[in-house]
């Protein structure tokens, strides 16, 4: 079965600095999700990648698909207090786009 | 436009009595999944509806069960609860096609005592 590894699992940065999470797949990726969680409420879409070599960014928040490496890295730049939270990555089945594979997520602080 | 509702928000219930969880998608989505959230675990896979057919399904006993009804709401059915159950459990849906993205409510948080 599909694992995914998500790294680092916790990270606590300065406002304003940079910061970068990876997600590692233990298989062929046919698309990957990434996620926002606060804790104990649902998850929100942040982005969401289908094809090597794709990149998408949303605000201050980039996501890019490396295929051939099957992995993912979310990158914020500038970061703020409103980026906090658990950042989770989903990869998708080939048997079904709705069913996720998620990995343990990546707990975020930002430091005023 | 509305996003996905779950009810309750909260349930607390006995072991070996059973739960039923309502999830409402978003306005023209197909496509309903169920997660269960657990610290231990995280979050895994239960089944999709679409179009009132369950179109997948994970690796879950029996005692979970679901259904789709013609407006795309849905429920999920937990029998015969035991302590293990307790878990976030939360509702996505989409329009159902392999680019479309998951969008999640907000949960619904079962305690099983």
């Known amino acids: 079965s599909q694992e995914l590894e998500q790294s680092p699992q916790s990270l606590i940065v300065q406002e304003g600095k940079n910061l970068t999470i990876n997600c590692t797949s233990s298989k062929t990726l046919y698309g990957l999700y990434w996620y926002k969680q606060k804790y104990g409420e649902g998850l929100i879409f942040l982005m969401m990648?289908?094809?090597?070599?794709e990149e998408k960014s949303h605000e201050k928040i980039t996501a890019k698909l490396d295929e051939k490496k099957q992995q993912s890295s979310l990158h914020i730049t500038a970061s703020q207090p409103s980026h906090a939270g658990i950042y989770l990555c989903?990869?998708?089945?080939?048997?079904?786009?709705?069913?996720?594979?998620f990995g343990t997520g990546t707990r975020l602080l930002v430091s005023p | 436009k509305a996003g996905v509702t779950q009810t309750p928000r909260y349930l607390i219930k006995t072991r070996g009595q059973q739960v039923t969880l309502s999830c409402s998608p978003i306005?023209?989505?197909?496509?309903v999944s169920w997660y269960q959230q657990t610290p231990g675990q995280g979050l895994q896979f239960l089944f999709e509806?679409?179009?009132?057919?369950?179109?997948n399904k994970g690796n879950f006993p029996g005692r979970f069960s679901g259904r789709q009804f013609s407006n795309s709401r849905s429920e999920m059915n937990v029998s015969t609860l035991e302590l293990g159950d307790s878990a976030l459990y939360l509702c996505?849906?989409?329009?159902?096609?392999?680019?479309?993205?998951?969008?999640f409510g907000n949960g619904t948080r079962l305690t099983v005592t």
């Open positions: 509806y679409f179009s009132e057919t369950q179109r």
């Open positions: 990648l289908q094809k090597g070599g």
């Open positions: 989903g990869a998708a089945s080939n048997t079904g786009f709705q069913k996720l594979v």
């Open positions: 996505a849906s989409s329009k159902g096609g392999g680019n479309s993205p998951l969008h």
């Open positions: 306005s023209g989505h197909r496509s």
